[in-house]
Structures are given as C-alpha cells and as structure tokens.
C-alpha cells in the first residue's frame, strides 16, 4: 500500500495543488488530518488550526515524515472559547491576506452531560455549533476579499434525528441526551450553512459533507470517560461497517479545491449513508425548512451578547 490508501480516487478527482490554500479547523486527528494529509499530498499549503500546540505539532511532523514535501502550519484555535475564536480570526486575517479553502471540521461528542464550555454553554453545542457560527460571522467579511474561495462544513449523519425546535433553549439548557445534544450542534450547523449555500455570492462557495460513520476519536478527547470493555467492544463491532477516515476525508479535499462546489452536498454512497466513496445529493428538506430562522435566531443570540 502506498502513502496514500485511495491515492487512484485522489487523483481522478483532484490535480496539482501548488497554488492553493487551505485552513483546516480540527486537523490534528480523526478525518480533519486525514484531510490535511491528502491535500498536503496534492501540493497545498495546509493551516491546521488546533486547540492543543503539541498534539498538532505531532500531527504536523506525522504528515511531514510521510510526505516530505507536506506544507504544513499551524494556528492555535480553541472552538469551545469565544475569546480564542476572535484570536484566532485576528491572526489568521492578518498572517494570510489570500487563502483558497476553509474547512469547519472541529467537533467534539463529548461523553459528560455536565461540562461546559470556557463561557458556560453547554460543551456539544457550545463547541460543535456556537464556536462554528461565531467563527463563521466573524471571518465573513474576509472570505469576501477572497477572489474565490470554498468553505466548507462537515457535518454528520446524526442531522437526521429529531425535529427542529426552539434552538436557543439549547444554547443554556444541560437537561438533554448526549447524543441529542450531538445530533441537534450538528442539525443546526448544517442548516446554518446551508443558509449561506442558497445565496448566490460570487466568490465565496459554500457546500458541506457528512463522512457517514468513520473509525475516529470524535468522542472526543475523553474517550476514557466510557469503560474500557464498552469501548473494545463497540470498536470491534462497529469496525466492520465504518468508513475507512481517509476515505472519509476523500470528500472534504474534493469540497476544499475543486471548482464549482457552491451549493454542493456530499455523502457516503454506501449502504444508510454508513460508508463509502462520497456521492452528491440533494440538501435533506428537514435541514433546507429550518435554516433562515436558526441562522436569524442564533445571530440574535449573539447580538444580545454583544459579540455581533
């Protein structure tokens, strides 16, 4: 096997990257390095944008000894800080006057209903959905200045549970599942983006993915939270039918450079949307109905905050 497991699909689909790039948000683990790791193999300069220096520098020198010709930075961003969000938009407004791609990939399901982000909304929604929105807003105006750009969102095929309600009950409230508090950042971001891939801008090419269900520590940096024999076993179990994460990532790099992407929606073409080579599809109509008022009322949120 070589460098890259699905090098043939990679190079059907993306050519020379010399000249582009592309932040990345999340990339020192799970599909967001995958990501960072395929593009870095096409030739683009990769800005992982991470919460932790060192895990990201063990990401960075991971990819560097694999691929030596791998341009790989790196921005501090925490996405459960709104403090570390506006940072991080200054540094990367002021370091890179010209990028080509923006990938909201940073997530977290994390396994302890209680914790809290470091402004005290509840950490699922808090990281996953508010930090995303707010980071979104707030590098608006510079994704404008881009002569194109895509940006992307990466969701997750839990948008498909539950119906819309009232969201900023969400935005405080810890008396909900974990996995609803997962499903409804995700539900609620996706639709936010699609907000944005409606509208017809010039330059700047919304579209997001959902990566079915990938073989990744998203639950969090606390997957030691759950005991250890529950973890083998669902590991184990769940192995067999979960998308390999660089196969996964395939469609985040096809969504960060390729052209015409604005609108786009990309998904597994496997069985339940659980795995495979990503496919186009239409935007679910769940997501489409609700995303100018989740878009409005989260925008008033913050605007009562002061932040907006």
């Avoid at 409230?173 to 996706?190: E, G, V």
């Amino acid at each position: 096997m070589g460098i890259i497991k699905y090098q043939k699909y990679l190079d059907s689909h993306i050519g020379d990257l010399s000249n582009k790039t592309v932040v990345i948000t999340g990339a020192n683990s799970g599909i967001g390095f995958y990501a960072a790791r395929l593009l870095a193999f096409k030739g683009a300069r990769i800005i992982m944008a991470c919460r932790n220096l060192g895990r990201a520098e063990e990401a960075r020198k991971a990819i560097i000894e694999a691929i030596p010709h791998a341009r790989i930075e790196i921005l501090i961003y925490d996405q459960a800080s709104l403090a570390s969000i506006e940072q991080f938009a200054d540094e990367l407004t002021a370091k890179y006057p010209l990028i080509n791609g923006f990938v909201f990939n940073a997530g977290i399901f994390h396994p302890k209903k209680d914790a809290v982000t470091k402004d005290g909304y509840p950490l699922t929604i808090g990281t996953n959905y508010l930090g995303t929105f707010y980071l979104s807003e707030l590098l608006r105006p510079y994704f404008a200045k881009m002569e194109d750009i895509n940006v992307v969102c990466v969701g997750s095929l839990a948008n498909r549970r539950y119906k819309y309600q009232e969201i900023t009950t969400y935005f405080t409230s810890k008396k909900t599942t974990l996995y609803r508090q997962y499903a409804l950042s995700k539900k609620f971001m996706m639709a936010n983006h699609y907000f944005f891939m409606k509208q017809k801008d010039t330059n700047i090419h919304y579209s997001m993915m959902h990566p079915g269900v990938a073989s990744t520590n998203i639950v969090s940096g606390t997957s030691n939270s759950f005991p250890r024999w529950f973890s083998r076993i669902a590991r184990g179990f769940m192995s067999a039918f979960m998308n390999h994460p660089e196969k996964a990532a395939l469609g985040i790099a096809i969504l960060a450079v390729q052209e015409k992407m604005h609108g786009c929606y990309l998904l597994p073409r496997g069985l339940f949307e659980i795995s495979g080579y990503p496919k186009s599809k239409i935007v679910p109509q769940k997501l489409a109905n609700n995303a100018e008022i989740i878009h409005e009322k989260t925008l008033a949120f913050f605007r009562e905050l002061g932040k907006l």
